[in-house]
């Protein structure tokens, strides 16, 4: 629970620095953890979620739903977050079409999505917990996510590390490997791959930041 307050206001402090407070479209977006804080801070949060379960826990907290992004406006928001989330995507060009219909010219689309070339993708090979397959249909590297956003009139402007998912991931690697939560070999793993990744740049999971050519 500490991990994943750090975690959120790094999420808001992130939004912060690519926009002036605003409009806020996060996809798959639970149990509106991330919009809670997000409006604290005083940003216009709406979400999409297809779980109803996490939903309706998301709109006891307040949270205000669209149903899908065809719903929504042209140029009406100055960011969208998918975390973990465009790796369950079926269509990706049109998906990725859509997102730049809605976001705002001068607008940011923050992408997280877990890193194959990874050194926990590497050393838990098809025990890696990032995989889960068959709920994630695509796997990305940087110059995918380039170039599936380039060939949308989108650019790639900034690639940001999530540091904490090389322990989460690993921890979970772990339990696939030998049905075991080895906290401490998964503590070990999760850092070496930090400080692999501090030489390759290849962490357990990325942010992408994606602006419009428009810019």
């Known amino acids: 629970h ?31 953890d991330f919009l809670v804080v997000a409006k604290k801070e005083g940003w216009q949060t709406t979400g999409i979620e297809p779980n109803i379960k996490a939903k309706k826990i998301a709109i006891n907290k307040g949270v205000i739903f669209t149903d899908a992004l065809s719903d929504l406006d042209t140029h009406s928001f100055d960011v969208i977050t998918m975390w973990h989330v465009l ?28 890193n194959f070339k990874s050194f926990d993708a590497n050393y838990y090979g098809r025990f890696w917990a990032a995989y889960d397959v068959p709920r994630h249909i695509w796997h990305f590297s940087k110059t995918a996510i380039q170039k599936l956003f380039s060939e949308n009139e989108m650019k790639l402007v900034d690639v940001l590390p999530m540091k904490f998912d090389s322990f989460y991931v690993s921890l979970l690697s772990e339990k696939y490997k030998t049905g075991k939560m080895n906290f401490i070999k998964a503590f070990f793993v999760g850092l070496k791959s930090n400080s692999s990744a501090n030489q ?3 962490y357990s999971s990325h942010i992408y930041v994606i602006k419009t050519n428009q810019n």
């Open 2 to 32: 500490l991990i994943k307050n750090i975690a959120l206001k790094n999420k808001v402090k992130l939004i912060n620095a690519q926009s002036e407070k605003g409009s806020l479209l996060d996809i798959g977006a639970g149990t509106g």
């Open 87 to 114: 790796e369950h995507v079926p269509n990706l060009d049109e998906y990725i079409s859509e997102l730049k219909r809605i976001v705002k010219p001068s607008g940011t689309i923050l992408i997280a999505v877990p």
């Open 200 to 202: 390759t740049k290849e």
